[in-house]
């Protein structure tokens, strides 16, 4: 167990110290910046497929999603930079955080051939897919990048003007009370569970449905 | 930099995000491996926005996938409760009623 | 007198309204008449107030424009447009032959016609409030009979012969509804006469409909229009083209539609239905002998007239005579008051249809109205009679009601008078033209025929002077004998001839049973089957049978010495049982209590009652002519508003009244036309005394005498008695002959067809077990074959569908990944 790791977790450091450097070549400053926040999304998740664990698979989503917002500080969008930490850092990762805490721990369940054979044929295809494209598409680039927009006033008017995006900021309201009252109903305990808990204790329901399941197969 | 090497991030975590939820065997994990999929998508649409587009549109786009994907966290986490509290567990290799 | 013009925008409107306002009223009686206050009769008969109103109105019209000599004759859709298009193909082809389109069409007879229709139909609606009282069906009565009323406006309204079929037709069946108005009540008693009497009116006068279809149709097929003045046009054409000679189909076309006339108006051959329609209501029975149902074949007979020829006419007029007779000698012989009178309307239906025969339409057209005003008063007085007398309708059962029930008598008598062709009273000059149109015929252009027709119409005239007044002899002259029993009056008429008892009794006797279960109610009540020949197996007959023997045994008796009549009684009161069943009120106070009082009728029913005589006296009188009555140039006035002009237009007119060409021959007519009328003055004088006399006679003062002709007659007496066994005849032949066919046919149905049948059900039968042996080898085969491909296919399938989410994805990132590599690299 832990020789993987320690090889991966090797390559992973050599590997961002090679990244930095290849930036900071490439682009001075700028490219520094990309470089780290490129270590912080891909690292990030890489730690995440290989932990064995879940809470620490879920901390390092952290870095997934932190360099996430600083690359789009490097795109001029500061504001949904600040959003994607907010949101995802500050909400979405403790909700999983909460569903991790609510669910039993099973460290036996990352099968490693398994995790490195998918990580090999992601990579593969990757690679293929970046060089084919890299040197294939013609990205129509403007010389003169614009000044970004990314300053607050502007997006809230984007959202309130009626004929930008108020649709679509609306739907968006619609969606999250929608799913606000999803969750809590679905998540919610029945009494006649509850009941049901304390009374005697219950056959689990997939036990029934094996059952059932197996009757099924028997009277075929 | 150059708009391909944005793009070159989001597909590796687009297929790290595919790894996540293909190789381990807990939900916890499918859930992971969506959020980074919609990051990487979300990279791709303020890259394009930022290199060739006009306007908040991509900006726009990106907050919407955040909201979404705050909405589909929130009723996933409620559905992994729901499917461990049904079938005693959180693999979804054994959650496996649409056989047959 | 601008008010008196015709006026188009307007008076079309009136003219529609008269039939409509009863048919509104129909609509909402039948729908809400059980809920109004009295059950809606004053609904009715205030709208049918309305229609009289209108149509009398609009006959004034008509008579000032007869006065003033201008041309009456109004088309709806010619001069405002005013028309229904039916059947209409399209705008090109307007007017074209394919097109129906029905208007109204009003001229002088249809004037006279509608007025005569609307006074009549509101006399009779006023009339049943009094007299239908009290009956279960009160406001489907009051609704039928104003639907009867709307469709004999309708039909005289109709400008072409199309919708005149289809007013005829419902009039057909209202009047199916009405005769059979007790079917519905069994406690009536009436009811099964009604059921057998309604039905028999319903398909007999449907033999003479479809006559008129096929007559109705060929004339279309050759003219290729249903309007009357179209079809008078193309009838003359076709005529001038043809030479002056009557094309050939042009007879039998013209005989088909007389055979609606026939069946309709009850001429000789299909007479029988009338007197049967007895079993109705005593006001339907005034509607139907009046003012609508008969009237509408004469009606017709009078707008077809033109189509006529002169074979056809020759034919109408043996018909028309022969019925005149033939129902005047029944009429004689009847005991019931009102199949005297059913009889009497059938002898003067035969007076109008041989009118029309022998080429005076003016003649026929007016006896048809003053018939109509004098038989709807007849019917009326005879329902106020009966309603007097609760509900006897026998005439031995009454008598010396002259001064119970003044009124009636008073009115019946000038009725009568008119009926009988009492000079001054209307009958008599429609009578008298009719005379003299059978002589201007014998004088003017003999054949035997119309010698034949007037010998026998002058007949009738007696025979009918002679029933009329002994009618009023034995229902207002002498005692009361309601409190008697019925073989009373036959002793007592018996007592003053000599010796004659048992003969007599015979005589009688043997007619007793049919006569006893009285001359209607019997021969409704069980069927067609002769009354004195027993056996015929129908069950009902069972009690004709008990009703002969009794009274056999009754009179055996008598032979005997007995003279209390206990016996009598006995066979009296088997015989009643047939009898009860048409007097209403026999269950409630027995056969012994007949002394019941007659009365006077109320007002509401006796105000028709002198209404309609007021009519029937003074209806045709010279009302457009100045000068003496008596001398030829003054003409009543019915003759002036349909002369022939007026009836068919000038053009029509003048050559359908086939007058001869030239000076020489019209000084010629004009003088037999002279010479004729003097002769039918005469005759029509001289028949109606002897006629009241002999009725003075034989049943005032020697009261004896009719029992020893009757006996004296024997077989002839018999025959007439039992009305020449028509309805026997039909019994036999065509209705056996039809019975007799059904067998044949069930014979061939039950052994042929169903032979037939069976043998491609066992042919079907063994294809189908071929089939499915086939089924079951090969196609089940092909089926279990693809069954166990899929299944097999399906257990490969089967192992990719392994129900685990994170598969799918792999499969679905996979697909992806095929997808954009297909994209890249092509």
Known sequence: MKAPSTIF???????????????????????????LFTILVVGGSLMCVFEPSVVRSAFCLVGTFGGTAGLFLLLGADFLAMSQLLIYVGGILALLLFGVMLTPPDLSERRLPRVLGGLAAVGVIVAFFVGKVAGVARWVQTPQLKAPVSRTEEIGVGFLAANEYMIAFELAAVVLTVALVAAVYIARRRKEDLTENEDRPSEPFAAQVSQVSQAHAESH | MALSAYIAVSAVLFALGIVCIVTRRNIIYVLMGIEMILNAANINFVAFARFNGDGLDGQMMAIFVIILAAAEAAVALAIVLNVFHLFETVKPSEVDLMRD | MEILQFDPAT????????????????????????????????????????????????????????????PFQHHSGDEIGLAFHWLYSSEEAAGGTTNVVAAIFYDSLGAAMLAVVGVVSFFVHLFSTGYMKGDKRYHIFFANISLFTFAMLGLVLSDNILFLFIFWELMGLMSYLLIGHFSHDPGSGFHRWATWACKKAFMTTRIGDVCLLIGMLMFYREFHTFRFTELWEAAKNTVAANGGVFPAWMTVAGLFVFGGTVGKSAQFPLHVWLPDAMAGPTPVSAMIHAATMVAAGVFLLGRTYPLMSPDALTVITVVGATTAIFAATIGMTSWDLKAVLAYSTVSQLGFMVAAVGLGNVTAGMFHMVTHAFFKACLFLSAGSVIHGCHHEQDMRMMGGLRKKMPITFACTLACTLAISGMPLFSGFYSKDMILAAGFERVLGHFNGWSLYALLALSCAAMITAFYMFRLIWLTFFGEYRGSMERHMYTDMLVAHGRGGHLVYHDALGRLHAPKDEPLSADDGHHGHGGHDHGGHG?????????????????????DSGHHGHDSGHHGHDAGHAGHGAMDSHAGSHGHHDHAVVPHESPINMTLGLIVLALLGVFGGHFWLAQGDPLVHHSKPWFVKLASWDRLYGPTVGEWASRQPVGEEARAHMEHVAHQSHSYALYVSLAVLTLGFLASWFLYVRRRDLPGKIARNLGLVYETVRNKYYVDEFIQRTFIAGSFALARILSWVDKYVVDGLVLAIGRLGKAIGGFSAWFDR???DGAVNGVGALSQAFGGVTRLIQTGRIQQYAAFAVAGGLLAAVWLIML
Not at chain 1, 10 to 22: H, N, Q, R, V, Y
Not at chain 1, 25 to 33: D, E, F, K
């Open chain 3, 777 to 779: 080898t090969f196609v």
């Open chain 3, 538 to 558: 129908h069950d009902a007959h069972g009690h004709a049978e008990k009703a002969a023997h009794g009274h056999d045994s009754g009179h055996h008796g008598h």
């Open chain 1, 9 to 35: 977790y090797a390559l992973l450091g050599l590997g961002s110290l090679a990244g930095l450097a290849l930036g900071l070549a490439s682009a001075g400053t700028h490219g520094l910046l990309f470089a």
């Open chain 3, 11 to 70: 008076d079309f409107k009136l003219l529609l309204a008269a039939p409509l306002i009863p048919l509104l009223g129909y609509v909402i009686q039948i729908c809400f008449g059980k809920f109004l206050p009295r059950k809606g009769d004053w609904l009715l008969t205030g709208g049918m107030f309305a229609t009289m109103c209108i149509t009398v109105y609009m006959l004034a019209k008509a008579i000032y424009a007869a006065y003033r000599g201008e």
